[in-house]
């Protein structure tokens, strides 16, 4: 049985968000208050472009980039088309495969959206008209007629009871069945329900009354969300460090989950309290590109711009019996800190993992069905494609929100990104090309060299041999030192 304990630290900079299961941290999330996150958030946005070609639209929904909308997350319409779709009575319309987006929208057209996924880097947010309305309990799904049960409820009488429950609520609108809802009477879920259906009713009026683009519903504050998201039975206690996030939490529950107020505990301590319950010492272990497994193999984790890649190897751990044997049962320890990886990292997209080559196909068997049930665990939606014959397993895993090394990092102004600099003995040879090109473009027999002191002792050092050979070409080498220069930077004067 899993056990976990919730940490949330609260001040008027940010928000951090810890989760730890079994004494493993496998969940952090900080968000800082300029930029709070938009995932949720229900916009009134005005068309600006449709693209035929890409089968998408682009709208301006009050943000600086405008939000992207697929085809196939543009057949939840609402009121806002009948005036375009009138024999649709503002009933949403289904998207087939053969629907084109401008069958769908047209440049000026305000349509409902919700944010399904963070803008990152020079993207705007992804947009979806399919609107999702969390509870503690429940799922609201307005626009589509969908019954169903979380995935993390594995027992088949449960889920088949809770599917009943849901077959009787009345129209209109889709429902699902969260985890925390496992276990529940259905006055429980009815109340949810009221409450979901009332946010739905003041959402389309707040509709009716906004101009586009503008905001039409925010999502509830970090605390809350966290608290709605992730406070679920198998969490033993929930921490919180500051007074007023304290007293929201404790409210929100009493009208919610009254079961689960007397686990909040109020944290009174002037030190950190992540530093103090050791969270921020397990998370920088656990940012390591590479992490150490307690057999004594690592992972390396290379997150990119198109995927993340995952490589297992075996390093200090020999095995006892056969490569076979050794490679198994690294491989099986793998899968776990894999799977925390991705939660941890919030690392989404296209995932491949390159676990040590296995000869026997039983042994790729039982490390396959040992991932997929790890990711069965997982919140975040995921698909697993089969292992190759040569360990390579691929999987896509549903993103949302900015990964936490793009949050709490930034791109390296010494490699641009690229996670390397050039070497010493290749900044040095350049600086060699530079010197004998100017010498030969303005006939200088002197010249300044101004480089970063560590360049300077290594050229004055092992590489010794480049400055004599320049002197026995009668060229004069000064050497000025400035420390202020990215190491691969230097500047070659008469």
């Known amino acids: 049985m899993t056990r976990a304990t919730l940490f949330l630290s609260v001040n008027s900079f940010e928000t951090r968000v810890a989760l730890r299961e079994n004494e493993r941290l496998v969940q952090y999330r900080i968000e800082r208050r300029r930029a709070t996150s938009v995932v949720g958030n229900l916009y009134k946005g005005l068309v600006t472009r449709v693209l035929p070609g890409m089968q998408a639209a682009f709208l301006d929904i009050g943000l600086p980039k405008d939000g992207f909308l697929y085809v196939r997350e543009a057949g939840g319409i609402l009121e806002d088309f009948t005036d375009l779709f009138p024999d649709r009575d503002g009933e949403p319309i289904e998207v087939s495969g053969g629907s084109s987006i401008d069958d769908l ?8 959206v919700q944010v399904v996924k963070e803008g990152i880097g020079n993207k705007g947010a992804r947009l979806t008209t399919y609107v999702t309305l969390p509870g ?70 707040a509709a009716e009354r906004t101009r586009a683009p503008g905001l039409v519903h925010r ?3 970090p605390v809350l969300r966290t608290v709605r998201d992730l406070f679920t039975d198998d969490v033993a206690e929930c921490w919180i460090d500051d007074v007023d996030s304290y007293r929201e939490v404790l409210e929100f529950l009493e009208r919610t989950d009254p079961s689960l107020v007397t686990r909040v505990k109020l944290f009174r301590r002037s030190a950190d309290m992540m530093a103090a319950f050791g969270v921020e010492d397990e998370l920088e272990k656990a940012l390591r590109p590479r992490i150490w497994l307690k057999s004594g193999g690592y992972l390396i984790v290379s ?5 993340v890649a995952i490589d297992v190897n075996t390093g200090k751990f020999v095995g006892s019996t056969s490569l076979e044997d050794t490679a198994f049962r690294i491989n099986m320890e793998a899968v776990r800190e894999i799977v925390r990886q991705l939660r941890l990292r919030d690392l989404g997209g296209i995932v491949v993992i390159d676990f040590i080559d296995m000869e026997e196909p039983e042994h790729r068997r039982q490390v396959y069905e040992a991932l997929a049930e790890e990711l069965r665990n997982d919140p975040a939606r995921s698909q697993l494609l089969p292992m190759s014959e040569i360990g390579l397993v691929q999987l896509t895993r549903k993103r949302s929100r900015p990964s936490l090394e793009r949050t709490l990092s930034r791109e390296c102004p010494y490699c641009h990104g690229r996670g390397r600099i050039k070497s010493l003995a290749t900044i040095v040879l350049e600086i060699r090309r530079a010197i004998l ?32 050979e320049l002197e026995e070409e009668g060229i004069q080498v000064v050497l000025k030192e400035n420390p202020l220069f990215h190491q691969e930077q230097y500047e070659v004067l008469s």
Not at 303 to 307: I, K, M, S, V
Not at 454 to 460: E, G
Request: charged letters at 30%; a negative charge.
């Open 105 to 112: 929208l047209r440049e000026g057209q305000e349509v409902l």
């Open 136 to 205: 503690r309990f429940l799922v609201y799904l307005p626009t589509i007629s969908q019954r169903g049960v979380s995935r993390r409820i594995t027992d088949e009488e449960e889920r088949a009871r809770l599917r009943s429950i849901l077959e009787e609520f009345p129209g209109p609108g889709g429902w699902i069945v969260r985890t925390a809802g496992e276990g529940l009477e259905r006055e429980d879920l009815e109340r949810d329900r009221e409450m979901l259906l009332l946010l739905w009713d003041q959402i389309q009026a």
């Open 219 to 221: 999502e509830l504050s």
């Open 303 to 307: 997150p990119t711009e198109a995927l």
């Open 437 to 468: 090109d100017l010498v030969e473009r303005e006939q200088a027999a002197t010249v300044s060299v101004v480089l970063h002191p560590q360049i300077s002792h290594y050229l004055q050092g092992s590489m010794r041999d480049v400055l004599r």
